[in-house]
């Protein structure tokens, strides 16, 4: 039984070597379909596929390129939008100023104005009132007078002709001090 392990052993290792064993027969012929496979996976398969890998490095190229150019573009949007966006808050700051000046204007105006209107409210207001105090004054010296009339003709019993009864009229008046009414009314 031994013999038989020897020989199996021997058949397996010197079967393995005759894969490594160096024919040089078998070396051509594995160079001659080597060169041949090859040159023909060089002239019909190699260059299209150096074409398709080129090609597809040509497109990854350009799709950079655009996306590189659409970031700048983005960016020159955005920083135009930004410029638009900080002239727009400062037109609206200016207008708001603007309208805040005008309605201060406004309010200065109608204060103005109210103020006129007050003056010559109070102007008419005293105007009225000395008219109605030189009236009230007439009409006193008025009444005074043709009291005085009146108690003369009963003290004296007679009519007076009317340049006594002016004179008398005068004298009564003399007598009598509007002076604080006219006072009252300047």
């Given at each position: 039984?031994?013999?038989?392990?020897?020989?199996?052993?021997?058949?397996a290792?010197?079967?393995?070597?005759?894969?490594?064993?160096?024919?040089?027969?078998?070396?051509?012929?594995?160079?001659?379909?080597?060169?041949?496979?090859?040159?023909v996976?060089?002239k019909?398969?190699?260059?299209?596929?150096?074409?398709?890998?080129?090609a597809?490095?040509?497109?990854?190229?350009?799709?950079?390129?655009?996306a590189?150019?659409?970031?700048?573009?983005?960016?020159?949007?955005?920083?135009?939008?930004?410029?638009?966006l900080?002239?727009?808050?400062?037109?609206?700051?200016?207008?708001?100023?603007?309208?805040r000046k005008?309605?201060?204007?406004q309010?200065q105006?109608?204060?103005?104005?109210?103020?006129?209107?007050?003056?010559?409210?109070?102007?008419?207001?005293?105007k009225?009132?000395?008219?109605?105090?030189?009236?009230?004054?007439?009409?006193?010296?008025?009444?005074?007078?043709?009291?005085?009339?009146?108690?003369?003709?009963r003290?004296?019993?007679k009519?007076l002709?009317?340049?006594?009864?002016?004179?008398?009229i005068?004298?009564a008046?003399?007598?009598?001090?509007?002076?604080?009414?006219?006072?009252?009314?300047?």
């Amino acid at each position: 039984m031994l013999d038989l392990l020897a020989a199996e052993s021997s058949n397996a290792a010197g079967s393995s070597n005759d894969l490594i064993k160096v024919v040089p027969g078998l070396m051509i012929w594995t160079l001659i379909a080597f060169a041949i496979t090859f040159f023909v996976l060089r002239k019909y398969a190699f260059g299209p596929i150096q074409k398709t890998i080129e090609a597809r490095r040509d497109r990854i190229r350009e799709a950079v390129e655009e996306a590189d150019n659409a970031r700048r573009e983005a960016r020159e949007l955005l920083e135009q939008n930004r410029a638009i966006l900080a002239q727009a808050k400062a037109e609206s700051a200016g207008i708001l100023a603007e309208a805040r000046k005008v309605a201060d204007a406004q309010i200065q105006r109608a204060k103005v104005e109210a103020e006129a209107e007050r003056q010559r409210r109070l102007e008419d207001t005293r105007k009225q009132i000395d008219a109605e105090t030189v009236r009230a004054i007439d009409q006193i010296r008025r009444e005074v007078a043709d009291l005085t009339v009146e108690a003369t003709q009963r003290v004296v019993g007679k009519v007076l002709d009317d340049a006594d009864q002016r004179r008398l009229i005068d004298e009564a008046i003399e007598g009598l001090d509007f002076s604080v009414l006219e006072r009252g009314r300047s």
